[in-house]
């Protein structure tokens, strides 16, 4: 299956899918020594962020994340590829200084994807390609409407 989608920060990667319906803010919720989530109270809790292809609606926090995101790549635990609904500055900056492919602009039903799917993320083409069974974990009447556009 391909999604189109709009392209923050250029690059082509692939990992298995790890997914949340919860923003992330990588200042707090993500350990920069590990690469895994910290917060108790977050839905990915205990998940390592490290070589997936990390699907989530947007960041939130300090603009601290940024460079939490580039501490994960430099120690090789940042994930291959970042999928927002919407993306913001924080992820924005980070994916870019980190040279780590983001994307946004996508249906929101791509947060429901079950984790370990193989995901394939070709910002430069502006293209999300989801290989084997795209198995969402609860499809929604009207998940094929087109992605919603993110405030510029």
């Given at each position: 299956?391909?999604?189109?989608?709009?392209?923050?920060?250029s690059?082509?990667?692939?990992?298995?899918?790890?997914?949340?319906?919860?923003?992330?803010?990588?200042?707090?919720?993500?350990n920069?020594?590990t690469?895994?989530?910290?917060?108790?109270?977050h839905?990915?809790?205990?998940?390592?962020l490290?070589?997936?292809?990390?699907?989530?609606?947007?960041?939130k926090?300090?603009?601290?994340?940024?460079?939490?995101?580039y501490?994960?790549?430099?120690?090789?635990?940042a994930?291959?590829?970042?999928?927002?609904?919407c993306?913001?500055?924080?992820?924005?900056v980070?994916?870019?200084?980190?040279g780590?492919?983001?994307?946004?602009?996508?249906?929101?039903?791509i947060?429901?994807?079950?984790?370990?799917?193989l995901?394939?993320?070709?910002?430069?083409?502006?293209?999300v390609?989801?290989f084997?069974?795209?198995s969402l974990k609860?499809?929604?009447?009207?998940?094929?409407?087109?992605a919603?556009e993110c405030?510029?």
């Open positions: 299956m391909e999604i189109k989608c709009h392209k923050v920060a690059g082509c990667a692939s990992g298995p899918a790890l997914a949340t319906k919860e923003p992330i803010s990588f200042l707090g919720n993500v920069p020594k690469g895994v989530v910290v917060d108790p109270a839905e990915l809790y205990g998940q390592c490290s070589g997936k292809v990390l699907i989530f609606p947007g960041g926090g300090s603009t601290v994340g940024s460079y939490v995101i501490q994960l790549k430099k120690r090789g635990l994930p291959a590829a970042m999928i927002n609904l993306s913001e500055p924080i992820v924005a980070g994916a870019i200084i980190s780590i492919p983001l994307v946004d602009r996508i249906p929101e039903t947060l429901q994807l079950e984790s370990g799917i995901v394939e993320v070709d910002a430069d083409r502006g293209l390609k989801i084997g069974p795209a609860h499809r929604h009447r009207g998940s094929d409407r087109s919603p405030p510029r």
